[in-house]
């Protein structure tokens, strides 16, 4: 699932404004990496509309239709919006010094995710 989700999150914000980063890379390159100006965008825009669609459509909303295509996103369980959001929080935030999904970084961020999921 996460692997999903790094490849959505990816083909969302294109190779462009997210270049790719291999996940066996020294903490020093990740770290450059997430200081990047264009990570540090993509990381802000997470929850902004995108500007080519409605005023609606986040960021976020394109990279859950990504991995659930067919599916309402009302249907899709709050447990797994909250470890898509957790993710891409992870993957891009710059104060996160790493960019693997572990369970110690993710179980706080379930915790909270799942307490604010808000339909994106």
Not at 13 to 31: C, D, Q, R, W
Not at 48 to 72: F, G, N, R, V
Not at 91 to 110: F, G
Request: proline share 8%; net charge positive.
């Amino acid at each position: 699932m996460t692997s999903r989700i790094k490849e959505a999150i990816f083909s969302v914000f294109g190779e462009i404004n997210l270049p790719s980063i291999n996940t066996k890379v020294s903490p020093a390159e990740i770290i450059k990496w997430k200081n990047h100006p264009s990570i540090r965008e993509c990381y802000k825009r997470l929850f902004k509309p995108i500007k080519s669609k409605d005023e609606t459509t986040t960021y976020m909303h394109c990279i859950l239709q990504k991995l659930w295509p067919k599916t309402d996103l009302k249907n899709i369980p709050d447990v797994w919006i909250a470890y898509t959001v957790g993710t891409a929080e992870i993957l891009l935030n710059p104060k996160i010094p790493n960019i693997q999904v572990s369970e110690t970084k993710m179980k706080p961020r379930l915790k909270k995710y799942m307490k604010i999921v808000v339909r994106l």
